[in-house]
Nanobody
Framework: QVQLVESGGGLVQAGGSLRLSCAAS????????MGWFRQAPGKEREFAAA????????HYTDSVKGRFTISRDNAKKMVYLQMNSLKPEDTALYYCAAGWSSGNTIATMISPAKYDYWGQGTQVTVSS
């Protein structure tokens, strides 16, 4: 069993930065791929970024490439999402998720159905 708790959301002006954190518990954390998803009001949950169990491989949705960076610290059981050059369209509830990649490449971990554990989310609001 893995529990995930997100933090770091808030209100920021367009062009600003935020760093989201996800604290995990459970002994299997270092074996799991980790992802960040987001959901805006009235829209479906969408993939933002994922990192492999080792941290050596990452994957991003096109709209955040070059602006967001996902990373993890297995010793601390933490996952981070550094978000720069934020835009109003980045406004959403951001979720941390953990799942078994089962040898698949991290680029396949883009569907919410691939993830077994979810946090409660942290709100990010970007004003124009």
């Amino acid at each position: 069993q893995v529990q995930l708790v997100e933090s770091g959301g808030g209100l920021v002006q367009a062009g600003g930065s935020l760093r989201l954190s996800c604290a995990a518990s459970g002994r299997t954390f270092s074996s799991l791929a980790m992802g960040w998803f987001r959901q805006a009001p009235g829209k479906e949950r969408e993939f933002a970024a994922a990192v492999s169990w080792s941290g050596g491989h990452t994957h991003y949705t096109d709209s955040v490439k070059g602006r967001f960076t996902i990373s993890r610290d297995n010793a601390k059981k933490m996952v981070y999402l550094q978000m720069n050059s934020l835009k109003p369209e980045d406004t959403a509830l951001y979720y941390c998720a953990a799942g078994w990649s089962s040898g698949n490449t991290i680029a396949t971990m883009i569907s919410p159905a691939k993830y077994d554990y979810w946090g409660q989310g942290t709100q990010v609001t970007v004003s124009s």
